[in-house]
């Protein structure tokens, strides 16, 4: 692996360590969410001004109004998007700067990922094809409609707050799935489980969070 990809000094592998233990710390415990984000080099989806920040455990800017989610957001979600059982094919909503949806790939079979900002969805799918990763599914798209040609989904991860959890995206959700949702305003949001059980849905209402807003249209 060459040294871009690796990593030096800030950006190093020991930096990386760092962050899995301060995630550790934090009641993180899926060792399989841990290893893979101690593998994949984060500093390689921010610009590279901000890539001496990439393993501090906070959000940062990616242009367009958008952020990249803190790592420990990130592996929240994901662990709690693996619970239960296997998880085949999942639904992201918000590509952003890919690597929520690099963490997946690692985990799952196969991603299906919709972004409304073309220019960040053109430098995510670089990320990928750089790094290999082979089993994810791009499209432009308004977040609203998620991705019904490839539905039902075994589980759907949003990467942006919603005042309201959009009906297309439940109707999408295989029985037995799970929906990982962050939903309020500017101001009171709360990350949300959404389990599927036939024609009915439970929803756990977990963690205060801060997201980026779930906006309409494409740009």
Not at 13 to 28: A, N, P, S, Y
Not at 109 to 124: K, M, T, W, Y
Not at 142 to 153: M, Q, R, V
Not at 176 to 194: C, D
Request: hydrophobic share 40%; proline share 5%.
């Amino acid at each position: 692996m060459s040294d871009a990809f690796q990593g030096i000094g800030m950006t190093s592998q020991r930096t990386r360590d760092r962050l899995i233990g301060r995630l550790k710390e934090q009641g993180i415990h899926n060792t399989d969410v841990l290893a893979v984000m101690k593998s994949l080099p984060r500093h390689l989806f921010v610009e590279e001004a901000l890539a001496s920040r990439a393993y501090e455990d906070t959000a940062l800017p990616i242009g367009h109004g958008q952020t990249i989610s803190q790592p420990f957001i990130v592996a929240r979600m994901t662990e709690i998007l693996l619970e239960g059982s296997p998880k085949k094919k999942v639904l992201e909503v918000g590509t952003g700067s890919g690597y929520q949806t690099a963490v997946l790939s690692r985990l799952v079979d196969r991603v299906f990922s919709v972004e409304r900002i073309s220019l960040l969805q053109n430098q995510a799918r670089e990320r990928f094809y750089n790094l290999k990763l082979n089993n994810i599914r791009l499209k432009h798209s308004d977040g609203n409609w998620g991705w019904e040609e490839n539905a039902p989904y075994d589980s759907i991860i949003v990467t942006c707050a919603p005042e309201h959890v959009p009906e297309n995206l439940l109707k999408q959700l295989a029985p037995g799935g799970r929906l990982v949702i962050p939903v309020g305003g500017s101001v009171g949001q709360s990350l949300r489980v959404i389990d599927r059980n036939g024609n009915s849905f439970e929803e756990t209402i977990l963690d205060d969070v801060s997201f980026v807003p779930f906006l309409n249209g494409q740009i």
